[in-house]
């Protein structure tokens, strides 16, 4: 099978393109908060190994790389590693500090990648304005085109569709534009979000995508809340993954 971070036209999620360079991003990263003992606890690597990595001597490739990154992850709690950034464990998480920190988006990048690993997903959509750093990570990492939702009609070289809905079901009609690019037969979208999309906004989205030809591929939020997803019309068998549910 072609190696689906490269242009091909393979369309399903697959690590092992640039396994090696996420995994390496995640070392640095957690080098800062781990020393190299614990480490290699966490991924069964050797520390001499590990120094190499690290310090850019040498890289991990094939399985190796894709082990190296799968155990990180398995690892990495997500849920402590928000509390150390931002603090606060009982209350509302400052995401603009999170989905505003490179490192940050690394790692959740990764964690994207390896959730929705194996599925077909063909472009990202980010849903709100914090979401688009980490949106367009993945879209680079992935070798995927991104589209946006703009609150006003946006030219450029693709199609501005309206998606207009009620914004508490009822009262005076909103509208955002869909800016598509590139958008091929049969397109499967993931979408990416900050926290829990207004839920009328999300459902008249996806509709709006059906009748285009296009299907939600999958659906990830940082923070979600319950109440939300509840009201949320997300098509039996897509993916629906989050870090905090409130």
């Given at each position: 099978?072609?190696?689906?971070?490269?242009?091909?036209?393979?369309?399903?999620?697959?690590?092992?393109?640039?396994?090696?360079?996420?995994?390496?991003?995640?070392?640095?990263?957690?080098?800062?908060?781990?020393?190299?003992?614990?480490?290699?606890?966490?991924?069964?690597?050797?520390?001499?190994?590990?120094?190499?990595?690290?310090?850019?001597?040498?890289?991990?490739?094939?399985?190796?790389?894709?082990?190296?990154?799968?155990?990180?992850?398995?690892?990495?709690?997500?849920?402590?590693?928000?509390?150390?950034?931002?603090?606060?464990?009982?209350?509302?998480?400052?995401?603009?500090?999170?989905?505003?920190?490179?490192?940050?988006?690394?790692?959740?990048?990764?964690?994207?990648?390896?959730?929705?690993?194996?599925?077909?997903?063909?472009?990202?959509?980010?849903?709100?304005?914090?979401?688009?750093?980490?949106?367009?990570?993945?879209?680079?990492?992935?070798?995927?085109?991104?589209?946006?939702?703009?609150?006003?009609?946006?030219?450029?070289?693709?199609?501005?569709?309206?998606?207009?809905?009620?914004?508490?079901?009822?009262?005076?009609?909103?509208a955002y534009w869909l800016v598509i690019k590139n958008c091929?037969?049969?397109?499967?979208?993931?979408?990416?979000?900050?926290?829990?999309?207004?839920?009328?906004?999300?459902?008249?989205?996806?509709?709006?995508?059906?009748?285009?030809?296009?299907?939600?591929?999958?659906?990830?939020?940082?923070?979600?809340?319950?109440?939300?997803?509840?009201?949320?019309?997300?098509?039996?068998?897509?993916?629906?993954?989050?870090?905090?549910?409130?």
């Open positions: 099978m072609a190696k689906s971070f490269k242009k091909t036209k393979n369309l399903v999620i697959d690590m092992s393109f640039e396994a090696g360079k996420i995994a390496v991003d995640l070392l640095r990263i957690l080098k800062s908060k781990y020393d190299y003992r614990a480490l290699s606890t966490i991924t069964g690597f050797p520390i001499s190994t590990l120094t190499r990595y690290i310090t850019g001597k040498t890289a991990p490739k094939g399985a190796k790389a894709e082990r190296l990154l799968k155990n990180l992850l398995s690892n990495i709690n997500l849920t402590a590693l928000i509390v150390n950034e931002v603090g606060d464990p009982d209350g509302d998480p400052n995401l603009s500090e999170l989905l505003l920190n490179p490192d940050i988006i690394k790692v959740f990048g990764a964690h994207v990648i390896n959730e929705f690993m194996g599925m077909k997903i063909t472009s990202i959509l980010p849903l709100d304005i914090l979401s688009i750093p980490l949106a367009t990570y993945l879209a680079a990492a992935t070798s995927r085109p991104m589209h946006i939702v703009s609150p006003e009609p946006v030219t450029v070289d693709g199609d501005s569709i309206p998606i207009i809905f009620l914004e508490n079901g009822h009262g005076q009609a909103r091929g037969k049969k397109e499967s979208v993931l979408t990416i979000s900050s926290q829990t999309p207004n839920p009328y906004f999300f459902n008249s989205l996806v509709e709006t995508m059906r009748e285009m030809g296009m299907e939600l591929g999958g659906f990830f939020t940082v923070v979600a809340k319950e109440e939300d997803l509840k009201k949320m019309k997300i098509p039996p068998g897509v993916k629906r993954s989050y870090i905090i549910l409130s």
